[in-house]
């Protein structure tokens, strides 16, 4: 079963230093591994940063932004991974190097800017028939790619997916990764990432070529109450 957000594969035992290490034990190199901290105060990313943490990921704008401000000396990298509002984007391109969540174009049109450092971008692929769920229909894919490769400052780093609720994850991966060669790749050469893999299914993930995980519950241990977000 895939992992919903709070579900998760958890082990609520042992440390958070030994989660993360017995993660880190069957990463294949080159692999980056996300430690997602959403919800997490930022003592958690702090510990995080001492046990040799340096990426980060978010998914809310109005939550991410202080606790990047709060822990800026500690050098770590913040990964966007929600979804992302257009009038935010500016904002948070502050504080995040990567974007995991670009899935349409007027989040495109709102990231474009001549003068700014390029953020990395993923653009979101929607593995499920309804376009609710978020993400680039394939059969898009190849215009978005085009569009984003013409956007001043958003530099294109390849493809991200969630794996579809009852799913089978490895299939889903597999499709992205197919995807990325056949869309992607001859047009971007550079767009090699695979962000794919979760507290549920991360092991299907790297099975099939994800080059960024991005694991919360499985490291941090169950989420505290969402409202913590919203305060
Ligand atoms: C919350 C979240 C994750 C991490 O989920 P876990 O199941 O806790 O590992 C990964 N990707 C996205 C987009 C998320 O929102």
Redesign the pocket.
């Known amino acids: 079963m895939p992992?919903?957000?709070?579900?998760?594969?958890v082990a609520d035992g042992g440390s958070l230093g030994g989660r993360l290490e017995s993660i880190r034990a069957e990463l294949p190199a080159g692999v980056t591994l996300i430690v997602?901290t959403?919800f997490h105060p930022a003592p958690l990313v702090r510990e995080l940063a001492a046990l040799g943490v340096r990426d980060v990921?978010e998914?809310r704008h109005q939550e991410a932004a202080p606790k990047a401000a709060e822990l800026a000396g500690l050098g770590l990298r913040w990964h966007f991974?929600?979804q992302l509002q257009s009038n935010k984007a500016k904002a948070v391109r502050g504080y995040a190097s990567v974007l995991?969540?670009l899935d349409r174009l007027s989040l495109l049109d709102a990231l474009a800017d001549p003068e700014a450092e390029p953020i990395e971008a993923f653009v979101q692929v929607n593995l499920t028939d309804d376009p609710a769920r978020g993400g680039v229909a394939p059969a898009d894919l190849a215009a978005f790619a085009e569009r984003a490769l013409g956007t001043p400052g958003v530099r294109l780093a390849g493809l991200?997916a969630?794996a579809g609720l009852g799913a089978d994850p490895a299939r889903g991966f597999a499709r992205v990764r197919e995807l990325r060669d056949r869309v992607l790749l001859p047009v971007a050469p550079h767009a090699t990432g695979l962000s794919m893999g979760?507290?549920?299914d991360?092991r299907e993930a790297i099975r099939e070529g994800a080059t960024h995980l991005?694991?919360?519950?499985?490291?941090?241990g169950n989420?505290p109450d969402p409202a913590y977000a919203r305060t």
């Open positions: 992992a919903g957000p709070g579900t998760g594969a997602v959403k990921g998914s991974i929600g995991h969540s991200m969630v979760m507290s549920g991360w991005r694991i919360g519950t499985a490291i941090t989420r």
